[in-house]
């Protein structure tokens, strides 16, 4: 009778203590995940029916989001302009982007405590997030993107901060609850943010790693003279330029985008080199963000020679976000060092910074000496090759332009470049889908937005 008892009472400490372990996991480890899931519009209502969420502004202080005790309904500001960074809140849809990421600070919940669905009246109002986003220049990516599908992704390489962040075609978070069922079927997709989470080809854009990958091995590279002539025959597959450029040097041939070129030079290196310097890019891994991304692709191993020839020019199985593109050229444009991009400058309560956010190196893309010799190459594309639509009367940009075949329509256009030259204070990214050249149509967009932040931007 007493080992039945002891066995019963064994049995009810284990199933007890299976119980609390399993709520822990719900309440603690799992809750980043569940209370920022668009699927939990409960939680979110219990949340702002109880407490003062916080609201979030711009680069210059200007309101974006905010709520009014009472209401559960969030009210929006330019909210065309900044979904893709803001995402959206709703009691019934649930959250998305920085209304997702930052819920605990926005609510002013203690995490135990909310995840478990106690009254967060008791805590008061919730932080107000302070952006490192300039209206003027994010409502101006928006426009130029406007009607077409694609991203821009605007950086200050010397911090990492985001300046702008759009994608298109996009939603509006103050009418969402009314055109969710036409939002979340659109086959365009437009709850999907292309900046962070859509992948793509890179197309010569990614000539950038590849030219680094070289002049890492053999800063020799850049003495020889190399030989176009309009095409490179491998097994299974054949690299073409538009034209036979014929002799021409290494700056040149960045500046012309030879494919022949850029081509012979990755299978001299091979796959592994040129993937272990897309790795100091940001390929192959996640990044630390203030929202949802997808890692970039740059597959290890040995593909052969024509699939690595493929991804020397940025196609094949070589693919990226806006994002990571951004970030390789605010590294090239900040001496080699890539900082962790971010998106809240500042956290306050009650008009007090409870939190702010430092610049952080998240990798060395290059040493000081090869950015350095990097830097004429990407002006010379500006000045005589494919970016002369990307140049700006009285400035030097340095860039470099993409047109990305895919099998689903016309090229992607692609361009990537900094300003000014010699001393960046912007870094761009830009593609724009199944719309061609990008020194044609990617360019004069990051052409644009450079001359605004410039302006808007101190």
């Known amino acids: 009778m007493k080992n039945n008892i002891g066995r019963l009472f064994r049995f009810f400490v284990l199933a007890f203590t299976a ?33 003062r969420r916080g609201g979030i502004y711009a680069r210059d202080g200007e ?19 900044f979904a893709p ?22 609510t002013g919940s203690p995490p135990f405590w909310a995840a478990l669905g ?20 994010q409502e101006q990516a928006m426009r130029l993107l406007a009607g077409r ?9 010397k911090s990492g901060a985001v300046l702008a962040l759009a994608t298109q075609p996009s939603f509006d978070p103050a009418i969402l609850e009314r055109d969710w069922s036409k939002v979340s079927q659109d086959r365009a997709a437009p709850l999907l943010n292309r900046a962070t989470q859509g992948l793509y080809p890179p197309g010569s854009t990614l000539k950038l790693v590849t030219l680094l990958a070289a002049l890492t091995a053999d800063q020799g590279t850049l003495e020889r003279t ?25 700056s040149r041939a960045l500046a012309v985008s030879c494919n022949v070129t850029f081509a012979t030079l990755g299978l001299e290196l091979g796959n592994k080199a040129m993937a272990v310097q897309a790795e100091k890019a940001g390929f192959n891994s996640v990044p630390q963000f203030d929202l949802p991304v997808t890692a970039s692709s740059f597959p290890r191993g040995d593909p052969g020679p024509g699939e690595t020839a493929q991804r020397a020019i940025g196609q094949g199985q070589a693919l990226t976000t806006p994002l990571t593109m951004a970030m390789l050229t ?31 190196q998240m990798s060395t893309l290059t040493t000081p000496e090869i950015a350095a010799t990097v830097l004429p190459m990407l002006v010379e594309v500006t000045r005589k090759g494919t970016g002369r639509l990307a140049a700006i009367s009285g400035l030097e940009v340095a860039g470099k332009t993409g047109s ?8 992607h256009a692609w361009y990537v470049g900094f300003a000014p030259a010699e001393q960046p204070r912007v870094a761009v990214a830009v593609v724009v889908e199944n719309s061609g050249s990008g020194g044609a149509v990617a360019a004069p967009i990051a052409a644009n937005l450079i001359a605004t932040a410039l302006k808007e931007v101190r």
């Not at 008791?122 to 107000?128: I, M, S, T």
């Not at 599908?149 to 390489?157: E, I, K, M, S, T």
């Not at 002539?229 to 002799?247: D, I, N, Q, S, T």
């Open 226 to 250: 190399y030989s176009c002539y309009g095409e490179l025959k491998l097994p299974g597959y054949m690299v073409r330029c538009p034209e036979a450029h014929g002799e021409l040097s290494l």
């Open 63 to 81: 309101v974006l989001a905010q709520s009014v005790p009472g209401e559960t309904k969030r009210r929006y500001q330019s909210s065309w302009a």
């Open 85 to 106: 960074v803001l995402g959206y809140f709703s009691p019934d849809l649930g959250a998305s982007g920085l209304e997702a990421r930052y819920a605990e600070a926005l």
């Open 118 to 137: 106690l009254n967060t009246s008791l805590f008061g109002q919730g932080e107000d997030l302070v952006l490192t986003v300039d209206k003027a220049l």
């Open 19 to 51: 119980i609390v372990l399993a709520l822990t996991n719900l309440a603690v480890l799992q809750r980043p995940q569940m209370v920022n899931s668009a699927y939990n519009s409960g939680r979110l209502a219990g949340w702002d029916s109880q407490s």
């Open 404 to 411: 990305a075949e895919n099998p689903h329509g016309p090229p």
């Open 149 to 157: 599908r694609g991203a821009v992704v605007v950086l200050d390489p």
């Open 330 to 360: 605010a590294g090239l444009a900040n001496g080699g060092v890539i900082m962790r991009p971010y998106l809240v400058s500042e956290r306050r309560l009650a008009g007090r910074v409870v939190a702010r956010t430092q610049p952080v």
